[in-house]
């Protein structure tokens, strides 16, 4: 079992920035792949980004290709979701999720066992 727990949600302008953690406990993130997705309200969960469990491997989608930027600080066991030029359309809960360890980063919330509570992103026009 492995507990997760984001944080660093809250109300943004449009071009600004945050950045999401997601601390595990329980397990060490070594075990793990992780990724983060976001739900807006109406609207499916949608793959955000993912990072494989040594690092090496990383997506995103799309339409935050450039702007956003995972990473982990595994003394912290600690992942992180850098959000630059944010834009409303990025409004949304964003949760991490974690899955077993491969080298593939896959971008379906089915594979993936153990989730956050989610934190809340509210980007402002």
């Known amino acids: 079992q492995v507990q997760l727990v984001e944080s660093g949600g809250g109300l943004v302008q449009a071009g600004g920035s945050l950045r999401l953690s997601c601390t595990a406990s329980?397990?060490?993130?070594?075990?793990?792949?992780m990724g983060w997705f976001r739900q807006a309200p109406g609207k499916e969960r949608e793959f955000v980004s993912g990072?494989?469990?040594?690092?090496?491997?990383?997506g995103y989608a799309d339409s935050v290709k450039g702007r956003f930027t995972i990473s982990g600080d595994s003394a912290k066991n600690t992942v992180f979701l850098q959000m630059n030029s944010l834009k409303p359309d990025d409004t949304a809960v964003y949760y991490c999720?974690?899955?077993?360890?491969?080298?593939?980063?896959?971008?379906?919330?089915?594979?993936?066992?153990?989730w956050g509570q989610g934190t809340q992103v509210t980007v402002s026009s």
């Open positions: 999720a974690a899955r077993p360890r491969s080298s593939v980063v896959l971008a379906d919330s089915r594979h993936y066992d153990y």
């Open positions: 329980g397990r060490t993130l070594s075990n793990f792949n």
């Open positions: 990072i494989s469990w040594n690092g090496y491997s990383t």
